[in-house]
C-alpha cells in the first residue's frame, strides 16, 4: 500500500487536531478499545515535529477522545 | 466497565540517520545490519529529546506511556526496555507505565521480577508489566533455541508471579530454570502485582493465551478489519474461561501524526515515510502483512474469512 492507502484503511491517521480527532473518534467508537496506544515518532520527524504532534494531542485531540463513551463488549 | 479510553505515548526511539540507500546492500536490516553505522555521540543527542518527548507528554495529559526492546534494531534504539522505563519513571509524575515488553524468554525470570518491581517502587504504582514472545531475532540474540521460546515464556511468566506473589525464600524447579533460592527482597508496590499486558501483532493463537490467563490483549497496529476479528476472539475465549470481557481488556496502536493543519501535518508525513528516511512505508506495509499473514488456530480460521467491517474515516 502507499502513504496515502495506508491512510485510507486508518492504518495511519495524519492530520490538522480536528482531522485527528475525528479520525481516531470514528475507530475508538468501532473497536471500544480500553487503551489507545499513540505511535507518534517516525524516523523522518523531528524533534521540533515530534514536540508540537504531543502538544497538540494532549491539548485538543484527548480531551476530545476522553469524552467518548466506550460500549461494553457483548 | 472501563468507559473512558486511556491515550498513551509511544516511540520505537529509531536512530534516524540511516537511510534505505544503507540498508539495501544487506540482506537484512536487522542481524546483519553492521552496527559500524552506528555513532554513540548521535545517540547521545537522539535519546535526550526521546527523554524530552516523554516528559512533555506527561506534562500535555497523556494518560500513560508505552516503551518497548527490540535487539539488533536500527529502527529501536532499545536494548533494555527497563532502563527506558526507570527514565519515564523519572522524568513523569502522572503516567502509567506501560512496558511492552520484556521478552522474558530470553531473561533472567527472577532479575526480571526483581527490575519490574524496582520500577513500580520508583513510580509509586505506575507500572503495566507487559510481557512479550519477542521476534525470531530476539531468541537468536538471546542464544535460546527459538523453538523453546514458548515454553519457556510460559515458565518465566508464572515464576515472575509466583516472585511476586509468594513469600520467599522458596525452591523452584522447572523444565528450564531451576532455583535452590528464590528471596527477591523488593516487590512491587501495587497488589498482588502490577497488570500484565499481552500485545501482539495479529497472530490469534496470542489472542487466546491472554484471554485464557486474564491478561488484557495489546494489538499493535493490524488492519482494522483483523483487529475486529482478534477482538472477537478474545471476547469468544474470555467467556469460555469464565470472565466477561471490556474495554479494560482490550488496546489498539495506531501511527498517528498531528501538526496545525492539514496540510502541514501530510507534508511532515510524507517525509517521514519517505526513501531516505529511517522509517519507510515498506516497514509499515511489511508490518501489515506480517500482521495478516499470521498463523491462526484452525477453530478460528472460518471467520477468518469473513472479517468485520472497518471504520471509516
Redesign the interface.
Known amino acids: 500500500m502507499s502513504y496515502e492507502e495506508l491512510q485510507e484503511v486508518n492504518n495511519g491517521i495524519v492530520g490538522s487536531p480536528e482531522t485527528v480527532t475525528r479520525k481516531l473518534r470514528n475507530i475508538i467508537e468501532e473497536l471500544n478499545p480500553g487503551y489507545m496506544r499513540i505511535y507518534g515518532n517516525e524516523g523522518g520527524i523531528t524533534h521540533a515535529e515530534s514536540m508540537r504532534s504531543i502538544e497538540l494531542l494532549g491539548q485538543e485531540v484527548i480531551p476530545a477522545l476522553h469524552e467518548i463513551q466506550l460500549q461494553p463488549y457483548e | ?14 536512530y ?1 540517520y ?1 537511510t534505505d540507500q544503507d540498508v539495501e546492500k544487506y540482506d537484512s536490516g536487522r542481524l546483519w545490519f553492521p552496527n559500524s553505522h552506528f555513532d554513540p555521540e548521535k545517540a547521545h543527542v537522539l535519546y535526550n ?2 527523554h ?2 516523554y516528559a ?2 506527561d ?6 506511556i ?1 516503551t518497548n526492546e527490540h535487539h539488533a534494531s536500527y ?1 529501536c534504539m532499545k536494548p533494555a526496555v527497563n532502563l527506558d522505563a526507570a527514565v519515564i519513571a523519572k522524568v513523569t509524575k502522572n503516567v502509567k507505565i ?1 512496558i511492552l515488553g520484556n521478552v522474558i524468554a530470553v531473561n533472567d525470570p527472577i532479575r526480571m521480577a526483581e527490575e519490574i518491581a524496582m520500577l513500580d517502587c520508583y513510580s509509586n504504582g505506575r507500572i503495566i508489566s507487559g510481557f512479550v514472545r519477542g521476534t525470531a531475532v530476539e531468541s537468536l540474540v538471546g542464544g535460546i533455541i527459538p523453538a523453546e521460546n514458548r515454553s519457556r515464556f510460559e515458565e518465566a511468566h508464572d515464576l515472575i508471579i509466583k516472585c511476586w506473589t509468594e513469600p520467599g525464600p522458596f525452591r523452584f524447579e522447572g523444565k528450564h530454570y531451576q532455583y535452590r533460592a528464590i528471596n527477591p527482597w523488593v516487590k512491587p508496590v501495587q497488589q498482588p502485582h502490577p497488570p500484565i499486558w499481552f500485545p501482539g501483532l495479529s497472530s490469534a493463537e496470542s489472542v487466546v493465551w491472554a484471554a485464557s490467563h486474564q491478561h ?1 490483549y ?1 494489538n499493535l ?1 493490524s ?2 478489519d483483523h ?2 476479528f482478534l ?1 472477537s476472539v478474545y ?1 469468544d475465549t474470555a467467556k469460555e474461561t469464565g470472565f ?19 496540510e ?3 507534508e ?7 526513501p ?4 519507510t ?1 515498506d516497514r ?2 511489511t508490518m ?1 502483512r506480517q500482521g495478516t499473514n499470521h498463523g491462526r488456530p484452525s477453530r478460528f480460521s472460518a471467520r477468518c474469512r469473513a472479517p468485520a467491517a ?4
Open positions: 466497565m472501563k468507559d473512558t479510553v486511556e491515550v498513551f505515548w509511544f516511540s520505537e526511539q529509531p534516524s540511516i529529546e526521546y524530552e518527548q512533555f507528554a506534562e500535555m495529559g497523556f494518560d500513560g508505552m529502527w506501560a488484557p495489546m497496529g488492519l482494522l483487529t475486529q477482538k471476547i466477561q470481557p471490556g474495554p479494560e481488556h482490550f488496546g489498539y496502536l495506531l501511527r498517528v501524526l498531528c501538526a496545525d493543519t492539514d502541514k501535518a501530510q511532515i508525513g510524507r517525509h517521514s515515510c519517505g531516505k528516511t529511517t522509517v512505508v509499515w506495509n501489515i472497518s471504520a471509516s474515516g
